[in-house]
């Protein structure tokens, strides 16, 4: 296992969700989410979403490692294998929960674009370290 | 890599994933589920029904064969590994993911774990019929 690339890939994946959601997509989330500033500050503990965030994309990452220790795949294989877990198993699983839950096309799209490019960070940092 | 795609059994495991859908945010969890949304059941049932259930059964067969193809880079892994697979991506992609989303975004923990229970009790299933049938 390749801990310096996971480390780096988590570090990646958090950082382009705090692109996406930070600069980018903000105001777009949060009007798709209909959450108005208050319902986002009241009762939100910060340093624990942030926290429980980091952890959450480690796992991905690790999972991502012991893949790719079992697979030994190529640089293109890490790319398409990354983009591929983004867009066929976390975006249609997204995509099932957000129809139960009667949520907007445009968060869905919001939610899982950020996988895809979070994703294709994480296959970057393994391409670049393995 | 492309690897041989098993139709018949990709389209049951689809199935099987649209079906514990139906069981688990029906009678099993439709209750705890609409209290963790703070929803009635009028409210959740928005959306021409048809539209919600064929794209989420298209998500279903989607993830399916995907899955399909995951264990044909493997392979032909046996049943243990299969599982192993199948409920890794649930526990290590798909769990994490959407937990990203639902923490930021203030969504109840019951609602995470429901889902989460869903997703896997769903790759297992797919797994296990994959298994079979290739």
Not at chain 2, 13 to 22: C, H, K, P, Q, T
Request: glycine fraction near 12%.
């Amino acid at each position: 296992m390749n801990w310096l690339a996971v480390g780096l890939a988590t570090v990646a994946f958090f950082a382009v969700g705090a692109l996406w959601y930070g600069v980018l997509f903000g105001k777009a989330w949060q009007r798709a989410t209909g959450l108005s500033d208050d319902q986002l500050k009241t009762g939100a503990n910060m340093p624990l979403i942030f926290g429980t965030c980091f952890v959450l994309e480690f796992i991905v990452c690790l999972t991502v490692g012991h893949m790719f220790d079992f697979l030994e795949p190529g640089d293109r294989a890490k790319m398409m294998i990354c983009v591929g877990l983004a867009l066929g198993i976390m975006m249609p699983a997204t995509g099932i929960n957000y129809l139960y839950q009667r949520k907007s096309l445009k968060l869905f799209l919001i939610d899982s674009a950020h996988f895809v490019v979070g994703m294709a960070a994480v296959g970057g940092v393994f391409v670049a370290l393995d | 890599m492309l690897t041989e795609i098993h139709w018949l059994a990709v389209v049951l495991a689809g199935l099987s994933g649209f079906l514990v859908g139906g069981i688990w945010y029906g009678p099993l969890f439709l209750k705890p589920w609409l209290r963790a949304e703070g929803k009635t059941k009028e409210e959740m049932g928005g959306g021409h029904p048809a539209m919600v259930f064929g794209l989420a059964f298209l998500c279903n067969l989607f993830s399916a064969f995907i899955l399909d193809h995951v264990l044909g880079t493997y392979g032909e892994p046996d049943m243990r590994l299969t599982l192993l697979i199948a409920g890794g991506i649930a526990l290590g992609f798909v769990i994490p993911a959407y937990g990203v989303n639902y923490l930021f975004a203030g969504r109840k923990l019951a609602l995470f774990w429901i889902d989460a229970g869903y997703w896997l009790v769903t790759y297992l299933a797919m797994g296990a019929i994959l298994e079979l049938m290739v």
